[in-house]
């Protein structure tokens, strides 16, 4: 009789040590990356520069031509991802098996096999690169289009260059802690993962069904064709304020019903760039965050604006119940120009005699809810995630620590990107940087040690927000820290102030996307140095494609910008950049001692910061006395309070639409069609995306070039069907075309 061999227990323990070596520390990483890898999969493919490239530079074109537009559509690198699916293919199909070069080191073959994962995730990096818009060209816009000022084309592309690429040299410092570590994962990589895993994936159409190449197809053209009319025929449809009809003279009713100068009850949009325009895409938010977004819409909107209006807190009838304007005492529209001397500094006497800047209640509320924003996220962190935050970071920054399975395979299959590729980046910008202050310190106003205080607080806060990014997906915003710093020591300066908040705030959201796509990188694995160079070299060719677009439409477009002197039905408004031009006077021209400080009318405003701190406070307290209520624990305050840090620019009508749209494919489709939903949501956004982009550039050069417009009732704009809307109700104030009280 054959005798029966038991496992000895120690080899039992040996594999139990293997598995646990194994098992990622994160469970949602164990669930959704694959441990596997295949490095002899090509990279750097024809088709991956090709596509890569294309993606970047499309994107980057079109992401700044919607950026002056009263509706800046942004189309991210999701869109690109679906859309490069069926091109790759093709392409796969249709090139030459054929090498050139052969035996020599530039030997390449142009169709080395089928379509790949890794390609794709490549073209996908270059995609992002573009979709990641250049927030310094804001810096370009405000000096020329708003100060009027001239700014010659170097110093102009110094800055753009210098804000992207700074971020290389944080995130080489930090990557060691950011991305090897398991428990440093990056949560919204995982969706980017599950999306790679979903597109290539061997799909089989159904009798009846579609391809999702098939179905991005069908959404293109659709999406391409309708778009001519809200974006030509029949524009009233970005914007339908009906309640406004109802008593087109009653100023209440118009501010009641403007979607876009009101609070905009039943008010909606019937156009994708209305719905998407500054939230995204409603299909890519889950229902947990679609109703914090409307819960903190509805409160702001319908319940502290009409008290804080209709109270007249900081003589809010004086000034329209809705705008990002700066007004006089009087309610008139504020001349900067005016208090601005030969050296581009505030002329304080000048000040003195014109009055104090005044904001819009509404406006002056959107500050403070900033505020709490910043110290809601902190505390909701520290109370909600704060143990796990500390596990996770001790163990990633000790140095006996368990490496995780996914950079083993990194570590064994590729080389590493050594650290003194981004220290010659990182010193040679902050030359660069200095040079620029120094050279051309009458364009940028900043001096040299505030160039290096900026870049202190980015040292400072890329490890700390890093870390609570990679493990919540949280992101505490910077710009009012780095506005408010500048603004008390280095006042008077508006250049000065935009410049250290793009060098302290965005080199430090540069370096945490840069971070981010190392660990994408990692989990899909991906060689680091070829990682490397496509992240440099799209961020080069995205700079260059956003400075030259932004500079062109510039000089094509006369009076871009300025209100006053284009149509009124013009889409060239850039609501963005006005409100950035804005809090560069606020922040940087008077300062924050003039506008929050003990000289300031709006001190109050500060309080804000102990509103935001107290909230997730509370709600902590709550999951503590209610444990068996789970949905308390969704109650989200930095979501809640920061759900309207777009408004403006952002204008009611985009709210509503989007909320509509994301409740819709949230909740009922994701949970009465939810197969339908994994296969085609994405690919719908990404389509409608898409068609709409193009349909927008086309009718531009067709058309808007040449100024030929249709005019009829139904391309009748918001300011015409609500032209009331921005009139101020309170007693003796007088302004054109409003009844005085």
Request: hydrophobic share 50%; proline share 5%; charged share 15%.
């Amino acid at each position: 009789m054959a005798e029966t061999v038991k496992p000895s227990t120690a080899a039992m323990e040996i594999e139990e040590v293997v598995d646990e070596l194994d098992r990622c520390v994160v469970q949602e990483v164990e669930l959704t990356v694959p441990k596997t890898d295949d490095p002899t999969l090509p990279v750097l493919t024809f088709r991956m520069w090709v596509l890569g490239l294309g993606a970047c530079i499309i994107l980057s074109f079109v992401n700044q031509f919607f950026w002056y537009r009263r509706m800046p559509l942004s189309i991210t690198g999701i869109s690109a991802q679906i859309a490069v699916v069926p091109l790759g293919h093709l392409m796969a199909r249709v090139l030459p098996n054929k090498k050139y070069f052969e035996g020599s080191r530039w030997e390449f073959n142009m169709n080395p096999g089928p379509f790949n994962v890794k390609e794709h995730v490549m073209i996908t990096i270059f995609a992002n690169s573009g979709a990641g818009t250049v927030y310094a060209t804001h810096i370009l816009s405000a000096i020329k289009l708003y100060y009027k000022r001239s700014l010659p084309f170097l110093p102009a592309f110094l800055i753009m260059i210098t804000t992207q690429f700074l971020g290389f040299g944080w995130a080489g410092l930090f990557r060691k802690h950011l991305v090897e570590p398991g428990e440093m994962w990056w949560p919204s990589n995982l969706v980017q993962v599950s999306l790679f895993s979903a597109l290539h994936e061997k799909e089989k159409k159904k009798k009846g069904g579609m391809t999702r190449s098939q179905f991005f197809l069908i959404v293109l053209v659709t999406s391409f064709a309708y778009y001519i009319l809200p974006g030509y025929l029949f524009t009233m449809i970005t914007s339908i304020s009906w309640v406004c009809w109802l008593r087109p003279k009653s100023v209440l009713v118009n501010q009641l019903g403007s979607g876009e100068q009101g609070l905009g009850i039943g008010a909606i949009g019937i156009d994708w760039a209305t719905v998407s325009s500054y939230l995204g895409s409603p299909l890519a938010s889950p229902i947990f965050a679609t109703i914090n977004v409307t819960i903190g819409f509805v409160v702001v909107v319908y319940v502290v604006t009409p008290i804080c209006y209709w109270l007249n807190f900081y003589n809010a009838k004086t000034y329209p119940i809705f705008s990002s304007g700066l007004f006089m005492g009087n309610g008139s529209s504020y001349d900067v120009l005016s208090i601005i001397d030969n050296k581009f500094h505030l002329d304080r006497d000048i000040y003195a005699k014109t009055g104090p800047i005044h904001m819009s209640t509404f406006f002056a509320v959107t500050y403070g809810l900033g505020f709490a924003t910043l110290s809601a996220t902190m505390v909701h962190v520290l109370l909600f995630h704060g143990s796990d935050l500390w596990k996770q970071t001790r163990g990633a920054f000790k140095r006996n620590k368990k490496m995780d399975i996914h950079t083993r395979i990194m570590k064994k299959n590729y080389k590493e990107v050594p650290m003194w590729w981004f220290l010659v980046i990182l010193v040679l910008n902050i030359a660069l940087i200095v040079f620029t202050s120094v050279y051309y310190n009458a364009t940028v106003q900043l001096p040299w040690w505030g160039v290096l205080l900026a870049c202190a607080i980015a040292v400072v806060f890329t490890p700390l927000i890093g870390v609570i990014v990679a493990t919540t997906n949280q992101a505490p915003g910077l710009n009012i820290i780095t506005e408010y710093v500048i603004g008390y020591i280095y006042p008077e300066r508006p250049v000065a102030n935009m410049c250290f908040k793009v060098y302290g705030y965005i080199s430090m959201t540069q370096a945490l996307t840069f971070i981010q796509d190392f660990k994408l990188g990692l989990y899909m694995k991906i060689p680091p140095r070829s990682m490397y160079m496509a992240q440099v070299l799209g961020t080069l060719v995205a700079v260059i494609v956003y400075t030259g677009t932004a500079w062109w439409l510039m000089a094509d477009i006369p009076h871009l910008c300025d209100k006053s002197l284009l149509p009124p039905d013009s889409e060239w408004t850039c609501p963005m950049d006005r409100v950035f031009f804005d809090a560069s006077v606020i922040w940087g021209l008077v300062g924050p001692r003039r506008m929050f400080g003990d000289l300031g009318e709006y001190s109050n405003i500060n309080w804000f910061f102990l509103l935001g701190a107290i909230a997730p406070f509370l709600v902590w307290l709550a999951t503590k006395a209610f444990p068996a209520q789970k949905w308390i624990s969704n109650i989200h305050f930095p979501v809640i309070l920061g759900a309207t840090a777009m408004m403006p620019p952002a204008m009611v009508v985009n709210f509503t639409s989007w909320c509509i749209v994301a409740f819709v494919f949230g909740h009922f489709v994701f949970k009465y069609k939810r197969e339908w939903w994994k296969k085609y949501n994405y690919v719908l956004s990404g389509g409608l995306d898409a068609g709409t982009a193009f349909m927008t550039i086309l009718i531009f050069l067709a058309l808007g070039r040449k100024g030929i417009g249709l005019g009829w009732w139904g391309n009748a704009d918001d300011s015409t069907n609500c032209s009331l809307a921005s009139c101020p109700t309170a007693k003796g104030v007088i302004m054109q075309g409003c009844p005085v009280y």
